[in-house]
């Protein structure tokens, strides 16, 4: 007899399979005397869409809403139907005494599993493999500590609570707003109050009134002395800014005190998603999806990084033995000159990047073992890679270690103090920067020197930044930093369970946002469009803040620890759904179009709206349940034959036309014929096409949901 291994992708499946020896492939799986290895494809079966339960709500209709089914079906996906069919037949094979769950160790990963057994209909004895890593070493070390399914129980049904709650708040919420106020307006408990963190800093900044300040410093011998105080650095009180400048002015000052002390600084930590989301905008301004998907190219394609979706910033010890070969794949690249001497010595397993506890469903990623072939990433992979392998590097060298000089002066009963950093060991530093000559500060205690000017530098105080993709990431991370809670409880709840969204989700909530013109980005600032200050005017306003992601992550924690009941949890849920369609219902608020166009939709007839988008701008029917849109304009990667820059399309189909700022304009069939003729180049007809396009494939069951809302 055999047992089925069940693994969430063939990535993971193949890494399984050759740990244990499993070597024979046949279409969707690998098997040999002792296993059979599988695999989902994420997520292959979900939660039914509101037609599956009753036709009538394939239109959109306030009237027949809340939609709330007394018990949640679940259905095989149409786009992976054929993986689930082999998955199923394997299972039910008489040959397959017991099957193993090997998908993610987390609450996610336990609902792909569980959901595809269910709907299978196999009740054959589960096991549990629960691993950090997916290395051959950790793969067998798990496999022979299987656990019983049985001690996963509560964690799916917590899995189970969280994934039907979303779809039925979600889906009523947005068909609500949306057939209320005749346009299209979508709310969840994750995109509604991401997009009130953009609301609070827009209104924090425009309500900023700037401050005058002043700050202080003395020319002694070429070095300058900065002026201190018990409030710090600097005062709002002119007057006394002037009186010290006239009392130490051309005065004598004397070195109270000079004092040295070592110090060591780490590096940063390991990536994770999210810091590897806001380093990859800061340097190259990638969008967090742009990183994602460049990181899952080199996670599933070149095998060259780690899983991407992870939230842990270290590694599982069982990694230790690996580290040598993840280095010596570095020789590769330009950090050669680094990652050599390392391979020369024993690497050490410091407790900064080494930690079994910090590490949940997967490890901080790093490089694989595998050598990158660098002519073959594109300019983006190549980023994208070398940003993660300098970080690996920066952790397995020594810390950074320096002398810092203090000088401390004294005039009139003013203070004065400059400070000089000495490196003495560069350690992780050297990667970015060169050893710097210093000069040995000249100054000794009591010695007694003339002040040969005062400078004052006035300054106002500035408002916080706006978001950009980078920090509006973090925010999500950590909205208990930025909304005032009912109670630490909460802010708690939401800081353990690392904010609202996943590492997984949060690229796309975004993306989800600018899709639905309720955001902006202006030079790289994340601002609320007129609609989206409507549409956190509309929705209830239990959805605009995470408590109700805190609420529900205490009880969801309760759960998976079998001291709370899924019945218990989802009346509440259904019945806060109740409760906030029946507020949208009632309410007597109006939405206004700030965006409406004299242009006439082609299907309807109604006028249709202008709708930027993060490439420009396009037009689509005001009507929700009319899927019309109009391309009108959108910035392209094909680039100018005069001045190099990015062209932006006019239109559509032979008659599109390209436009460059500085002037230079034409046809689609003219940049076809161009690009046919032309015999060397990186750009050819087939690839201007791809640019058109978005070809990646999605699984989103919650987007299937709404397919009818037009966004």
Same mark, same amino acid.
């Not at 166009?597 to 006028?607: L, Y």
């Given at each position: ?9 063939? =990535? ?19 098997? +040999? ?36 089914? &007394? ?9 992976? /139907? ?15 005494? =017991? ?7 987390? *609450? ?36 022979? !500590? ?7 129980? +509560? ?16 889906? +009523? ?5 949306? %057939? ?91 990536? $994770? ?48 033995? =690996?580290?040598?070969? *993840? ?63 300098? /970080?690996?590097? &920066? ?10 000089? %203090? ?45 040969? @000017? ?38 708690? %709840?939401? !800081? ?35 609609k989206g200050k409507q549409l956190l005017n509309l929705a209830p306003e239990q959805l605009t803040s995470p408590e109700l992601t805190a609420n529900w992550e205490m009880k969801l924690n309760?759960? &998976? ?30 939405? @206004? ?40 304009? *959108? ?6 034959? +005069? ?64 397919? $009818?809302?037009?966004?």
């Open positions: 007899m055999k047992a089925l291994v069940l693994a969430e992708k063939p =990535s993971v499946g193949r890494d399984i399979a050759k740990a244990l020896g499993v070597h024979d492939q046949k279409k969707g799986y690998f098997e +040999n005397k002792q296993y059979i290895v599988t695999w989902a494809l994420g997520h292959l079966v979900t939660n039914a869409t509101p037609e599956e339960y009753d036709k009538k709500f394939k239109e959109w209709d306030l009237n027949v809403l809340p939609i709330i089914p &007394e018990y949640m079906k679940h259905v095989v996906i149409k786009k992976t /139907r054929s993986q689930f069919n082999t998955v199923q037949h394997l299972m039910k094979r008489d040959d397959v005494n =017991s099957i193993i769950i090997a998908t993610d160790a987390g *609450r996610e990963g336990e609902l792909v599993a569980r959901l595809i057994i269910e709907r299978a209909k196999v009740k054959k004895p589960l096991k549990r493999l629960w691993i950090s890593s997916v290395t051959e070493k950790a793969i067998k070390t798990g496999f022979q !500590n299987l656990k019983p399914g049985e001690a996963y129980n +509560n964690l799916y049904q917590a899995a189970l609570c969280r994934s039907e709650a979303d779809w039925i708040v979600g889906i +009523n919420a947005t068909r609500a707003l949306t %057939t209320k106020y005749d346009a299209q307006l979508s709310c969840g408990r994750v995109q509604t109050p991401t997009l009130n963190l953009v609301q609070m800093r827009q209104n924090e900044i425009q309500s900023f009134k700037p401050k005058e300040y002043y700050q202080m410093n003395i020319d002694i011998d070429g070095y300058k002395f900065n002026w201190i105080h018990q409030n710090g650095d600097k005062t709002f009180d002119s007057e006394l800014i002037e009186q010290i400048k006239e009392k130490v002015q051309n005065n004598i000052g004397t070195i109270h005190k000079v004092y040295k002390k070592k110090k060591t600084k780490y590096p940063q930590k390991l990536y $994770d998603l999210t810091s590897l989301q806001q380093t990859a905008y800061q340097r190259y301004k990638m969008s967090a999806k742009e990183t994602l998907n460049t990181m899952q190219s080199l996670y599933e394609q070149h095998k060259v990084l780690t899983y991407p979706r992870t939230d842990s910033n270290y590694l599982t010890d069982d990694m230790v033995s =690996s580290l040598k070969e *993840r280095v010596s794949s570095l020789s590769a690249t330009s950090l050669k000159s680094y990652a050599v001497p390392l391979l020369k010595q024993q690497i050490k397993a410091g407790k900064h990047f080494i930690d079994n506890n910090k590490v949940s469903d997967h490890h901080a990623i790093v490089p694989t073992e595998v050598r990158p072939n660098m002519d073959q990433l594109s300019p983006r992979e190549e980023k994208i890679y070398m940003i993660v392998a300098e /970080r690996f590097l &920066e952790v397995l060298l020594p810390p950074y270690q320096y002398e810092e000089t %203090t000088v401390e002066l004294t005039c009139e009963g003013e203070k004065f103090k400059l400070v000089q950093e000495v490196a003495t060991e560069l350690g992780f530093k050297a990667i970015h920067q060169e050893k710097a000559i210093v000069k040995e500060l000249p100054f000794k205690e009591q010695q007694q020197l003339k002040i040969q @000017k005062v400078n004052i530098s006035t300054k106002d105080t500035e408002p916080p930044a706006y978001f950009n993709e980078g920090t509006l990431l973090k925010a999500m991370e950590s909205p208990q930093l930025f909304f005032k809670l009912k109670d630490k409880k909460m802010a708690q %709840t939401l !800081n353990e369970t690392g904010g609202i969204g996943t590492v997984a989700t949060r690229a796309d909530i975004i993306e989800k946002l600018y899709s639905s013109n309720v955001i902006e980005a202006i030079q790289g600032k994340i601002k609320i469009t007129p309760q759960i &998976e620890k079998g001291q709370y009941s899924k019945g218990t949890f989802m009346k509440e849920m259904r019945d806060f759904t109740r409760e906030i369609i029946a507020d949208i219902k009632n309410s007597e608020d109006k939405f @206004k179009h700030d965006n409406i166009t004299t242009t006439e939709c082609p299907t309807c007839g109604k006028f249709m709206l202008k709708v930027k988008t993060k490439n420009g701008q396009m037009l689509v029917c005001q009507d929700p349940t009319c899927k019309t849109k109009k391309n009108q304009q *959108r910035q392209t990667n094909a680039r100018c034959p +005069n001045c190099k820059k990015k062209l932006t399309l006019y239109g559509t189909g032979k008659k599109a036309t390209y436009r460059c700022v500085c002037g230079h304009t034409e046809t689609q069939e003219h940049m076809d014929e161009r690009l046919k003729n032309r015999k060397t180049g990186k750009i050819g007809k087939k690839e201007m096409k791809q640019y058109m396009k978005n070809d990646e494939v999605e699984n989103n069951p919650f987007k299937d949901a709404l397919k $009818d809302l037009k966004l």
